[in-house]
């Protein structure tokens, strides 16, 4: 990290307002991002977070207020405006298309052209190019499905880096990444900052935002709380702004003393062959108990087995003392038992039918 107030102001959104119908959804927003600078936008859920970069992406345009980039003002009147100003989104639902290449997906809709057709050989090559200078580790010609998420990611990132972009707003990037892939996002977002691209970062993980920002900005409510150096604040001051009050009186907790409070679950030696070997550890009563491992450590199959989604073939499970083995998910959510899986879109909710049926169905 630079000196980032060194930087030079790159894009100025001032005084942006944003209704939709019954919702007022940006209240007088101002942003200031500068170029080298890892810029967090900072806010609960429905703060407005997404609705100003949309604003900024010309996904949506805004009631009131000005957008100035590199000191002039702007008209991003849709995507292809933003585009041309330099801006690039990284939305948190990626968008490329699946069983297309990486290449295509780069040069989709500017596909370099030689007499009247594609020209594959040139796309691949100049994909590549882009793809290795930035040590990527993929392949152009490779299928955008056979890519992890993170490398879906990564092209996302070609993708904005061909187009110039100088402005690159990532709407939560790590939300279904591991930490390596975090790292290495990391590391390709400071080699952008050191040639003078502003990053817009979206996030809620505190750790993040020490480790990659610069800057931070809150909102709440549709309305600007305040910016700030990431280095000469706290967690708890910004938690505070986030939510309008302090922390101390957020929760009324009924155990404070967790580790005499009574034990909810317990889990002896629960054994999976292959999958997992000898797990024990128990919950107290108003206890959050964390689970640490790399990807593939077998956690979700644990909590899965207990669940009784999975089978385990050794050990027990306690619940308020009395010994329980649930053969189906049913007979744990009726012990009162609940489970918000990993893949929430594809385990977790059956997204063709409504949010009253989805709610009640367990
Ligand atoms: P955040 O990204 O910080 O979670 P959003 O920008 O998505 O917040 O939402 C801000 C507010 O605007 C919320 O109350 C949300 O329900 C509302 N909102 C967002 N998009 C729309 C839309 N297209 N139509 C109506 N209301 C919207
Ligand atoms: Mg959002």
Redesign the pocket.
């Known amino acids: 990290m630079g000196d980032i107030l060194s930087g030079t102001t790159l894009l100025e959104m001032k005084h942006i307002h944003k209704k939709?119908?019954g919702?007022y959804?940006l209240k007088d927003i101002n942003f200031e991002l500068r170029t080298g600078e890892v810029h967090a936008l900072l806010?609960?859920?429905?703060?407005?977070?997404?609705?100003?970069i949309k604003v900024l992406g010309g996904i949506y345009t805004a009631d009131e207020g000005e957008i100035i980039i590199n000191g002039k003002k702007v008209n991003i009147d849709g995507v292809k405006a933003a585009q041309a100003n330099g801006v690039a989104i990284i939305h948190q639902e990626l968008v490329l298309v699946p069983y297309m290449t990486v290449a295509e997906n780069i040069f989709l809709g500017r596909e370099p052209m030689s007499s009247g057709f594609v020209d594959k050989k040139k796309m691949n090559h100049d994909a590549q190019k882009l793809l290795d200078d930035y040590q990527m580790g993929i392949q152009a010609n490779q299928l955008i499905k056979e890519l992890t998420i993170a490398q879906q990611q990564m092209v996302e990132i070609v993708k904005a880096i061909s187009y110039n972009s100088k402005i690159l707003v990532m709407d939560e990037p790590t939300s279904s990444i591991s930490d390596k892939e975090v790292a290495f996002l990391f590391k390709t977002m400071r080699s952008l900052t050191s040639k003078g691209v502003g990053i817009i970062y979206i996030s809620h993980k505190m750790s993040e935002l020490e480790e990659i920002c610069d800057r931070v900005t809150v909102?709440r409510d549709?309305e600007y709380v305040g910016t700030e150096v990431v280095k000469n604040t706290t967690k708890d001051a910004l938690i505070a702004m986030m939510v309008g009050r302090d922390l101390d009186n957020f929760y009324v907790r009924d155990y404070c003393d967790v580790e005499h409070a009574p034990i909810a679950l317990e889990v002896k030696n629960l054994s999976r062959q292959g999958t997992f070997e000898n797990i024990s550890f128990s919950v107290h009563k108003g206890e959050i108990l964390g689970f640490a491992g790399l990807v593939g450590a077998g956690r979700s199959e644990i909590m899965e087995a207990v669940f009784g989604a999975r089978p385990y073939d050794a050990g027990q499970i306690f619940m308020n003392g009395d010994e329980v083995h649930f053969k189906n998910p049913m007979q744990a959510i009726k012990s009162g038992i609940a489970l918000v899986p990993e893949d929430r879109k594809k385990q977790g909710l059956v997204l063709g039918n409504s949010v009253a049926f989805n709610l009640t169905l367990s």
């Open positions: 939709f119908p919702v959804a806010g609960e859920n429905g703060a407005g977070k997404s609705t100003l909102m549709g």
